[in-house]
């Protein structure tokens, strides 16, 4: 065997060693290319995965928004001191039955309306309108007013959420000609602290304001069909003071006592 030279030995084995430029630029470019590659299919997969939860979130919000749950502002005093000017509620519709769109009928309800409940509904007299009162009479139920004391079938009502304010005539609403709107039963032109007797009629409600000094409701227009009943207010979910003076009261006069407030 002939003897290795040791010059001839080191040179060949740095030869072996010798960085290869162009294997790794090509390399290192195939990785870069297969990296933004991967990328490209990781964002396009990401933007079908939201677009293919769209349509399963809107019918989501669509139910809700059809069968449970509704919002409502509070444009006016008549349902002070439950109820203030500028109070946004969530809405129960499920609680009476929610009805369904133009079948004309309505899902099961959790209960029946009882006194006392404070009740959304259509206005009778204009049903794009809705309205908020307490429901004090049932069907069958025999109602009157003397100074302001509510009795139901012959016994006081204890009415604990009124507020106060001093007896007076309340004008109806449309004037001398509302008439067509009242029914037969509630007086036109009374006084809004004396009326009755009168019976609630079958499939039918009165309402009141709890703020009975500055309430359209019952007295006025009449009884509530139950098929204009929408809902019960469930709690408050904002409020604030509104101010005219203010450029944003939404902002600035915002009741944080009022946040989360349950409506009874």
């Known amino acids: 065997m002939r003897p290795v030279n040791r010059d001839r030995r080191d040179e060949a084995l740095r030869a072996a060693n010798r960085p290869r430029r162009g294997v790794r630029l090509l390399s290192w470019g195939s990785r870069a290319t297969s ?36 919002a409502f502002r509070i444009p006016s005093s008549s349902m002070e001191r439950t109820l203030q000017v500028g109070d946004f509620l969530l809405v129960n519709k499920w609680v009476y039955g929610a009805e369904i769109p133009l079948l004309r009928r309505r899902l099961p309800a959790l209960r029946a309306p009882r006194h006392a409940d ?11 309108k809705a309205f908020v009162k307490r429901l004090v009479g049932l069907p069958g ?8 004391v509510l009795q139901r079938n012959g016994v ?15 004008p109806v609403a449309g004037g001398a ?7 037969p039963d509630v007086q036109v032109g009374a006084p809004r602290d004396s009326w009755g007797p009168l019976v609630v009629q079958p499939r039918h409600f009165f309402v009141l304001g709890d703020n009975r000094a500055n309430s359209l409701d019952s007295r006025y227009w009449g009884f509530v069909p139950d ?20 450029v944003a009261p939404w902002l600035t006069r915002i009741r944080w006592a009022r946040l989360g407030t349950t409506v009874r």
Do not use: K
């Open 227 to 246: 098929s204009l009943l929408r809902g019960a207010p469930w709690f408050v979910y904002f409020s604030f003071t509104p101010d005219p003076a203010q």
């Open 141 to 148: 139920d025999t109602l009157q007013m003397a100074r302001g």
């Open 177 to 183: 000609n509302s008439a067509n709107v009242v029914e």
């Open 35 to 70: 990296s933004r590659a991967g990328g490209g299919r990781s964002g396009a997969g990401r933007a079908a995965g939201w677009l293919g939860i769209l349509p399963l979130a809107l019918l989501l919000y669509l139910f809700l928004r059809t069968f449970v749950v509704a």
């Open 156 to 170: 006081t009502v204890a009415e604990p959420y009124l507020t106060r304010a001093s007896v007076a005539r309340e």
């Open 118 to 128: 404070v009740i959304v509904f259509d206005w009778p007299v204009d049903h794009d």
